[in-house]
């Protein structure tokens, strides 16, 4: 089976493996993981000026290093993750499940979504606040 994840991966934690080997285990045999990340530009728009912490060369750079992922792509726009998900054609698109109540980029060119809890309440945003106390 094929899964895409996608997110911001600024500051890789426990969450984060947990996720990306939730996919590869839904894969199944011979299946593939493929993660989208979004552009530092993006990031900046979305989360503001002090995002991100990593730069795009240094979060590619730990995402192709997990054994759980096949491969890594990056967007800049819903435009550009809604065309990347349509070429992929996931069966699953596997979301973090802060998004339950949200609308989905891709929805419609997947067969299932399935929503990951989060883990241990763990989040770069919180990482980042405590670290700025």
Known sequence: MKIWINGTFDIIHAGHIKLFKEGRNLSGPGGYVKVGTDTDQRI??????KK???KLEDRLEVLRSIKWIDEV???STDFELEELI???SPDILLIGSDYKDKKIIGDKWTR???FFERYSDLSSTKI????EK
Not at 44 to 49: F, I
Not at 128 to 131: A, D, K, P, R
């Open 44 to 49: 900046r728009t979305l989360k503001g000026q």
């Open 86 to 88: 349509k070429d992929f």
């Open 52 to 54: 991100p912490i990593n």
């Open 73 to 75: 792509v990056t967007f």
């Open 112 to 114: 299932e979504i399935l």
């Open 128 to 131: 980042i606040q405590e670290l």
